[in-house]
Nanobody
Framework: VQLQAYGGGLVQAGGSLRLSCAAS????????MGWYRQTPGKQRDLVAT??????TNYADSVKGRFTISRDGAKNTYLQMNNLKPEDTAVYYC??????????WGKGTLVTVSS
């Protein structure tokens, strides 16, 4: 599975961005897709996930502001509203196949200015 993430950029606090992730390869083996984020010197943290059936899960810090969605088996989106400076990070798309098999895309930088 290959993942390509799009949509990062610079936005002012309170603004919105939409991240996209396009999957290719064995996409029908993907059980869940997710977005994670990482800042320098810190671990990569879960932002949101969505299963094949559409069940979603969010980090507490983004609930009510971010929405994850899927477009079939190929595309996953993260709509980010009311962005805060603490949302600044590199965002990574993840494809979960099994507990031992998952794939990462290259990150896309989101910068929120105050």
């Amino acid at each position: 599975v290959q993942l390509q993430a799009y949509g990062g950029g610079l936005v002012q606090a309170g603004g919105s961005l939409r991240l996209s992730c396009a999957a290719s390869g064995s996409i029908f083996e993907i059980n869940a897709m997710g977005w994670y984020r990482q800042t320098p010197g810190k671990q990569r943290d879960l932002v949101a996930t969505i299963t094949r059936s559409g069940r979603t899960n969010y980090a507490d810090s983004v609930k009510g502001r971010f929405t994850i969605s899927r477009d079939g088996a190929k595309n996953t989106y993260l709509q980010m509203n009311n962005l805060k400076p603490e949302d600044t990070a590199v965002y990574y798309c993840n494809a979960f196949l099994t507990t031992v098999t998952n794939y990462w895309g290259k990150g896309t930088l989101v910068t929120v200015s105050s």
